[in-house]
């Protein structure tokens, strides 16, 4: 195994960063406003036809970037969206000691020599949440790792309690320093491990960690989103032993640390940028195909829109959807995988803004996660927020306005709602959607929106 660097004394001469960041976060003033930021100008805009290309899924390649720390080498990525998320994540990893570069549209080499420095600063973290899945490729593999505590969001309280105890389940002992967690192991081994709550995140960082561990480790109550189905594809490509993929009880046998290889892999398509196309063939009558998109991935949320009057066709190379002139409404409640993901709510609310009827919209993952409505109703939407509940009354149509995007989902949700909005509607806060979308703008005009990226005055 090669040496770690004591972790609380960050190398300065840390690999230089090739990484071509997709499109960096302008600078934020005293305010947090972006100083360089973009608008968004949407017209309500006639039924949407044609074909999007769905790119690859954020929350996969973010994980799959941090998973190259497991192995020394040259590793492959495919089918990588061209996003801020992973201009910040080369970031981190070039801190760590990882070279990054994009030779193709699509495709991220990260290469390293095992040479790492196992430390990931705040002014890191801090900009991207997927930066504590560095924990437990690190932890494992080295022994040690200070990773500055990731703080709330916009929609909440993010704590990462689960990843730490089931970290300690496995021998590690954390201890918080001047708002780092720093942890330590001299290997880590197999436990049984029991989530309270499917988390994503921390089945993420016990899997990174358990795959170098002394024996076997048990996760029950898993998380089982497609894009952790991916990572364990990736770590077994690269040699790792997981039985259960998919499952809610994952089983994995540590191997020797060292004993990882460098893969090639090719990320999942983004079930939650699929919803986003979806929801604007809905909301203006449209007919889409979604070339990438996997039906199997989106089963709960496509039956619910069939029940709202979409027709949707799954097919072996993607999905595609007519809309009927006005959709009815429903009622919905997010919930772990295979639930309605929470991340498709702010897309959900709006489509049912417009339908006819009233739906119900519970949150059950962020309570916070409304904040979204108030921009929402500046566009004429009538919602009534109570806790964790939504109620939304339905309109024809909604009443173009200036709104600010608060967060990467309810950013691309104010855009939809802007293509069935009379008038014009300006988004601002653009660095929110870049973070997490591949050319939304480009992709929605190339199926006939009405709707362009601005420099913001
Ligand atoms: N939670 C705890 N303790 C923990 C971990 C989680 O209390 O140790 C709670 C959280 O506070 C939250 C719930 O459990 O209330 C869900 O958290 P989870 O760990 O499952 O989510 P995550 O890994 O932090 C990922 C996505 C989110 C997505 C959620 C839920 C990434 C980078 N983020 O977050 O995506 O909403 O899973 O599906 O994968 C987004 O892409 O915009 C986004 C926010």
Not at 170 to 176: D, E, K, Q, S, V
Not at 255 to 269: I, N
């Amino acid at each position: 195994m090669p040496p770690a660097s004591d972790p609380t004394h960050a190398r300065p001469d840390a690999a230089p960063a090739a990484h071509q960041a997709a499109r960096p976060e302008a600078p934020a003033d005293a305010t947090g406003r972006r100083t360089s930021d973009a608008v968004v100008v949407v017209h309500r805009s006639g039924p949407l036809q044609g074909e999007v290309v769905v790119p690859g899924a954020k929350n996969s390649v973010l994980k799959l970037m941090a998973a190259t720390l497991l192995a020394d080498g040259t590793h492959t990525l495919r089918n990588v969206p061209d996003i801020a998320d992973v201009g910040i994540m080369s970031d981190l990893l070039a801190a760590i000691g990882v070279t990054t570069t994009s030779p193709a549209p699509g495709e991220l080499i990260l290469q390293h020599s095992g040479d790492l420095v196992p430390v990931a600063p705040y002014d890191l973290v801090e900009r991207i949440r997927a930066s504590i899945n560095v924990l437990g490729p690190l932890l494992g593999r080295f022994g040690q790792v200070r990773l500055s505590l990731p703080g709330g969001d916009d929609f909440g309280s993010r704590p990462i309690d689960m990843h730490l105890s089931g970290l300690e389940a496995m021998g590690a002992t954390i201890t918080l320093e001047h708002g780092d967690v720093v942890a330590f192991a001299d290997r880590l081994h197999g436990a049984d491990i029991t989530f309270e709550f499917p988390s994503v995140g921390a089945t993420e960082n016990i899997l990174t960690a358990a795959v170098h561990a002394k024996g076997t480790t048990v996760i029950d109550n898993a998380a089982r989103e497609p894009e952790i189905a991916d990572l364990c594809t990736m770590l077994v490509s690269m040699g790792a032993e997981i039985e259960g993929i998919g499952t809610s009880r994952l089983v994995v046998h540590g191997v020797e640390p060292g004993s990882l290889r460098a893969t090639e892999h090719e990320t999942v398509p983004d079930r939650i940028q699929a919803a986003t196309y979806l929801a604007a063939a809905a909301v203006t009558g449209g007919e889409l195909f979604l070339r990438g998109a996997r039906a199997d991935h989106m089963d709960m949320l496509l039956r619910r829109f069939v029940d709202m009057g979409l027709e949707i066709v799954p097919q072996h190379d993607g999905i595609t959807v007519h809309a009927p002139e006005r959709m009815r409404s429903i009622d919905v409640a997010t919930l772990p995988y295979p639930g309605i993901a929470t991340d498709y709510k702010p897309l959900i609310v709006t489509m049912l803004a417009v339908a006819d009827g009233v739906g119900i919209v519970t949150e059950n993952l962020y309570p916070g996660r409304f904040r979204y409505v108030e921009e929402l109703c500046r566009l004429g939407a009538d919602i009534r927020t109570d806790g964790h509940h939504a109620v939304v009354r339905g309109r024809p149509a909604l009443s173009g306005a200036p709104v600010r995007a608060p967060d990467i989902r309810a950013g691309a949700a104010l855009v939809i709602a802007g293509l069935v909005a009379d008038g014009t509607t300006t988004i601002s806060g653009v660095h929110h959607i870049d973070r997490g979308y591949d050319d939304l703008v480009g992709r929605l005009r190339s199926v006939g929106a009405s709707i362009e990226r601005r420099p913001a005055r």
